[in-house]
């Protein structure tokens, strides 16, 4: 039977530590604030954006919500970012995506102070990423290393096997999964011979964006396997990149969707926003 990775138990679990860290900050006259820049009403995003400020509610982290209209100009949202940066008394600053159409996304993560980056999309903490030097981390693959850890599922030597090479979730996952001395394969939409591959997967992480695409034929038996994805089906079901009823009992352990790695992301990000206090320090 293999184990279930529970990424709800887990992140809770990392909430609490955190409130405890941030109520001892309090008491030292310490206080942590995340800055939430959403700009336009797109649904999704205003999901993401409640959740992420319910999560800094229950931990003591104070935010500052700042809701643009949908035709506010790029010049105008790179202000905000500009001031908000140079804010003594803000420490993190999230730019909810996707943005509208008449914006660059490149260029207004890039404006965000690599100090405040809570998201770890600026090239500067991918870079300090790369060389294994102190910045922060995309939280998505930052959460499946917690997961891991706290599953006491060990890395170092490992063969580990990443599907997908996005900026946010495939490119970063690889190299955490080095950082954490795996040996590891990058997987992606030309690469041949795909299940012959990950077949060879102590870890298999599946960032493919596309519903159940991993079926037990990519699998090796015993393998723990990280789901990344999230989709909703024809039926309206969460589900994942991983096609979970083939898979599991092929693994030795297994996040399910919804319920793996999904709440970790936002577990992580109020993870950086405490860390930030101490990089600016
Ligand atoms: P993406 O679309 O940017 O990247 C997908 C990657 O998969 C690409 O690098 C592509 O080369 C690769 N790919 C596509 N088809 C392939 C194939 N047939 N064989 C091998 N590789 C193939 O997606 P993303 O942003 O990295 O997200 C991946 C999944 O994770 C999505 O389902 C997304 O919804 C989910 N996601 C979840 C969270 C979370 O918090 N749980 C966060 C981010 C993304």
Do not use: W
């Not at 922060?136 to 599907?163: H, N």
Request: glycine fraction near 8%.
């Amino acid at each position: 039977m293999a184990q279930i990775i529970d990424g709800k138990l887990i992140s809770a679990q990392i909430k609490e530590e955190l409130k405890e860290k941030v109520s001892k900050m309090k008491s030292l006259g310490v206080e942590v604030t995340l800055a939430v820049i959403q700009v336009g009403a797109d649904p999704a995003s205003s999901v993401y954006v409640r959740n992420k400020k319910k999560a800094c509610e229950f931990i003591g982290i104070r935010s500052l919500s700042y809701e643009l209209p949908e035709g506010t100009s790029q010049e105008e949202l790179l202000d905000l970012i500009n001031k908000l940066n140079e804010r003594a008394d803000v420490n993190g600053i999230l730019v909810q995506l996707p943005l509208p159409s008449h914006m660059e996304e490149e260029k207004i993560l890039d404006a965000i102070s690599p100090l405040k980056d809570v998201d770890g999309f600026h090239p500067q903490n991918v870079g300090a990423l790369c060389i294994g030097k102190q910045g922060f981390v995309s939280c998505t693959p930052a959460g499946v290393i917690q997961l891991l850890k706290r599953s006491g599922i060990e890395i170092a030597g490992k063969e580990c096997v990443v599907i997908g090479r996005s900026n946010i979730v495939g490119k970063p996952m690889a190299l955490l999964l080095l950082r954490e001395n795996g040996t590891v394969t990058v997987t992606h939409s030309r690469t041949k011979e795909l299940k012959a591959v990950t077949s060879r997967a102590d870890i298999l992480v599946v960032a493919v964006g596309k519903p159940r695409m991993i079926t037990e034929d990519y699998v090796k038996e015993g393998a723990v396997v990280i789901d990344v994805g999230i989709h909703r089906d024809s039926e309206g079901h969460l589900c994942g990149d991983v096609d979970y009823e083939s898979v599991a009992p092929k693994c030795s352990a297994i996040t399910p969707v919804p319920g793996g790695v999904g709440p970790m992301t936002i577990a992580m990000l109020m993870n950086n926003c405490v860390e930030s206090v101490k990089l600016q320090g």
